[in-house]
DNA sequence: GAGTGGTCTAGACCACGGC
DNA sequence: CCGTGGTCTAGACCACTCG
């Protein structure tokens, strides 16, 4: 049934333990797809740990994607285990002197205009109105590594108008003074067009992974922006 | 201060309402970028609740990569927070159906093969062993929806042998009958050659999305597949 | 209405890791 | 060593939702 590493002793079961036991069972089909556990409560006598310790348990089996909880309604094996992946999407500068290079920026184009009918589609109900674009290369070694298509709403954020945007990057300032509690992504393959691979210094027509990041703070629309990475950039995630 | 939308009441405060209180002072710089956080148990007695639902609090805070926590060293805010992204994964029968199409699938080659290098370089230590390889088209309205790569550990999943690939996925039979306990993710762009394109039915030299995946279980080696999306394939993800 | 998970409490002990 | 977060308990009440 499981070894029980994560058990401190035999007397007083982690909720570790208890996870991996009643993970064990869902492997072994004990519990099979689409099939009802026991109560909390129940489980709690048989494993002789407080019914808060299942509960930690199955909360971590519901974050995993392998169970369904529902008041009322009970704890069940889901048909099919969802496939979750978290990537963490870095700090550019950050990961840039990670990797032992030193980090560049330069800006390519800056102006206030009324960003295109696919851009808006990022702002479900955000009213139209004029933002400040800017596209910009993010340096490593002083080679391109990548180039952003940014759209900042003033209207949230009026101090970006005396940003000097030419000597700091967007990304950097709006790091260090906007922050936002929520974020949308969206990630897609993109062939370069003839003008981003002049800017990325990659052949013409190359697939490379697209980003596009739009962020609100308190409901209002703070930025969103399109980023090309380069054609040999990989995300990777350990599930 | 918030307005602590998520407590059910003044006398009683929930772990939500906590949580909201401290990510408002982080957002509002009274624990500002690297500030040390004083100790739940002085904040549980500030927010006149257990030192329980603080730790809830915190918890979810640092699962979204606000806060770092260390026994003995306290809470800290990180100096820059934590962009994570987590994608769903589907089935593909099940994505199919969920737009309203007739899920299909097609073989389209297998054999037993030393897999090569670059897809060795997925398997850590696992050793060099001859694998069962399926390329193979799932389709949508009888037009392919996705091509996949595969490579399958006969090892680790004798049955498979006996498997009929022609008429059921290896997909679908390794979700009915394998369960993993890993599974590593890549995602990068892909120009498709010749070739792909012409399962794919789109243009040579199209830029596509590739979804590659390791499974394992008990750190035995499942599989490894090589997933092509369509060109206009978007990964979406809100945080 | 009633069954089930979700949360809160007060207190205890444990484990990690900085000093 | 000893401060701090991590976990466990036993019990209570609440909130959702299914029948």
Request: charged share 25%.
């Amino acid at each position: 049934m499981g070894n029980e590493s994560h058990s401190r002793n035999s007397s007083q079961p982690t909720w570790m333990g208890v996870r991996d036991a009643i993970h064990t069972r869902i492997l072994r089909r004990d519990y099979g797809p689409g099939a009802r556990l026991p109560r909390d409560e129940e489980l709690a006598g048989e494993f002789g740990c407080a019914r808060t310790t299942v509960q930690r348990a199955m909360r971590d089996l519901q974050d995993r994607g392998l169970i369904e909880r529902r008041r009322k309604g009970g704890t069940w094996v889901r048909h099919h285990p969802l496939t979750r992946a978290t990537f963490e999407i870095p700090v550019i500068r950050q990961e840039v002197e990670e990797k032992g290079c030193t980090y560049g920026y330069q800006l390519v184009h800056q102006a206030v205009a009324m960003p295109p009918l696919e851009v808006q589609a990022n702002f479900g109900n955000w009213p139209t109105e004029p933002m400040l674009q800017v596209q910009a290369l993010h340096l490593a070694d002083h080679r391109p590594y990548m180039y952003e298509d940014r759209w900042l709403c003033l209207q949230t954020v009026p101090a970006l108008g005396t940003v000097d945007l030419s000597r700091q990057s967007a990304n950097e300032w709006l790091v260090h003074h906007q922050h936002y509690d929520r974020c949308d992504l969206r990630l897609y393959a993109h062939k370069v067009t003839a003008h981003e691979a002049g800017l990325m210094g990659v052949a013409s027509a190359e697939a490379v992974l697209v980003l596009e990041r739009t962020t609100w703070i308190e409901s209002r629309l703070i930025t969103s922006v399109r980023t090309l990475t380069r054609p040999d950039y990989q995300l990777l995630a350990t599930t």
